[in-house]
């Protein structure tokens, strides 16, 4: 399985909801990373979990909040969002950091609208 | 911090011709550098990649060149296609290995 699954691939949330996006994968990779990526623009790195520890928080607003039960799953909790967080919400894995990067894979991505 | 420029923003060309797109990165300790081709809608999905101990890797009609002193690398696509268009997406490793940051992305057109 060479495959980042996300589910849901589409998500539409008001600013008082509670929902979470979910990622799984079962390549054995040991680093796991969000991103979050607006029309026209790069995907901008969110969170990078190394051997399901939270590793890096790029300032991200506490409204989103990451999880890491195990070693192929990561989450993302989302509570009271804005409009402007509306986005593509991509997962990545890749092997385990610290060693020779390489075989990042993307999900297919959550699109979140929050009304 | 980190950063990674990516030019030009964007590129049409004819059918048949080369695209080049070049990117420069300011971390040093990178050591890793992915291409990704993003269409419409769908998730970037890696093209190439390179790393700091090789100066050029080419597979068919994609090449990528790196320059580990001027901290620049570039993607060359050769004898385009229509179906070659789409975003295409810089990235170098940083943050000690533990994360990719972006350049900006370059729109390539090609027309037939």
């Known amino acids: 399985d060479t495959e980042v699954t996300q589910t849901p691939k589409h998500l539409v949330m008001g600013m008082t909801n509670k929902k979470s996006l979910k990622c799984e994968q079962h390549?054995?990779?040991?680093?796991m990373y969000w991103y979050k990526q607006k029309a026209k623009k790069p995907p901008e790195l969110m969170f990078v979990y190394s051997y399901e520890k939270l590793s890096i928080n790029e300032s991200v607003p506490s409204r989103f909040s990451p999880e890491c039960p195990n070693s192929s799953l990561l989450n993302l909790h989302l509570h009271a969002l804005q409009p402007e967080d509306s986005a593509l919400y991509l997962c990545a894995s890749s092997p385990p950091t610290g060693t020779r990067m390489g075989g990042y894979t993307f999900g297919s991505g959550t699109r979140l609208t929050v009304v | 911090g980190e950063n990674v420029e990516q030019h030009p923003s964007t590129l049409s060309v004819q059918e048949g011709d080369s695209a080049v797109i070049k990117c420069t990165y300011s971390d040093s300790a990178s050591n890793y550098f992915p291409w990704y081709k993003q269409e419409l809608g769908k998730r970037p999905q890696l093209i190439i990649d390179?790393?700091?101990?090789?100066g050029e890797k080419k597979d068919q009609r994609i090449a990528v060149t790196l320059n580990k002193t001027a901290k620049h690398f570039s993607l060359h696509i050769t004898e385009t296609q229509p179906e070659d268009s789409a975003v295409y997406f810089c990235a170098a490793s940083t943050k000690a290995g533990t994360a990719l940051i972006f350049g900006k992305g370059t729109t390539l057109s090609v027309s037939s």
């Open positions: 390179i790393r700091s101990n090789v």
């Open positions: 390549m054995g990779h040991r680093a």
